[in-house]
């Protein structure tokens, strides 16, 4: 199953050429089909333009040519089923995954960001789905770890649907913001979102710095 999304997947993004084009497809269907492809297989290979395609997508709505609940539906089917997909592929061939897993834990901009979501599995799958590589790192340990596929659905669904609707209503309002503009507006909601995870990020760094400074020595 995981490799006929995969060969589908890769035959929509041959097709459109990538997250800007997607928006440029024939019919609406194609470009509906183009969201969903590009979302999923950038859970998989994060190389693929998912969140530009979502910009792109819900860009195009603004100026008319797309409808906004389709492509915000079709970016959380998306990210349900690129999250399941990983998941399914490191648990079941975790000696290929693992040493991508220790590579990137390597990173210490990587670890850091997973001691400050302080290790907490809905934290890790919701916070985590609005940092590309930390996303794929967490959905892979995920599938190694003994966690019930059940229970990382549920905060999947969860993480996709939240994603999906800020990115699109964001890139929509920026949209219609700047009507003459589309390019400009894909650019801008997504340098807002960088941005604002910076910021989080940052503040929680500060905070958990603060706290362990503030702590009594055991001694």
């Known amino acids: 199953m995981v490799v006929f999304f995969v060969v589908l997947a890769a035959f929509v993004y041959a097709a459109t050429g990538d997250g800007f084009s997607v928006a440029d497809a024939p019919n609406d269907f194609l470009t509906y089909l183009g969201v969903f ?13 998912g969140e530009t395609t979502l910009n792109a997508a819900a860009t195009a709505a603004a100026q008319g040519t797309l409808d906004l609940l389709p ?10 089923v690129g999250d399941s997909a990983l998941f399914w592929l490191a648990r079941r061939s975790s000696r ?10 390597a990173n210490p901009k990587v670890s850091q960001g997973l001691e400050i979501m302080d290790g907490s599995v809905p ?7 609005y940092v ?3 996303r794929f790192l967490v959905n892979a340990t995920m599938g190694l770890s003994d966690i019930p596929y059940r229970r990382f659905l549920g905060w999947s669904v969860l993480s996709g649907v939240l994603w999906s609707a800020y990115t699109c209503l964001l890139a929509y309002w920026i949209g219609l913001s700047l009507g003459e503009y589309p ?3 894909v650019v801008i909601s997504g340098t807002v979102t960088t941005v604002a995870i910076g910021v989080v990020f940052w503040t929680l760094r500060r905070q958990r710095a603060r706290s362990t400074s503030e702590a009594p020595d055991p001694r």
Do not use: N
């Not at 492509?71 to 349900?80: H, N, Q, R, T, Y």
């Open 37 to 49: 492809g590009l979302i999923a297989l950038d859970g998989v290979v994060p190389v693929f333009p």
């Open 71 to 80: 492509v915000i539906i079709m970016g959380a089917l998306g990210a349900i």
């Open 96 to 105: 290929r995954i693992q040493p991508q897993l220790d590579k990137a834990r």
């Open 123 to 129: 934290v890790l799958i919701v916070g985590g789905r």
């Open 132 to 134: 590309p590589g930390l």
């Open 183 to 185: 390019l400009a507006s």
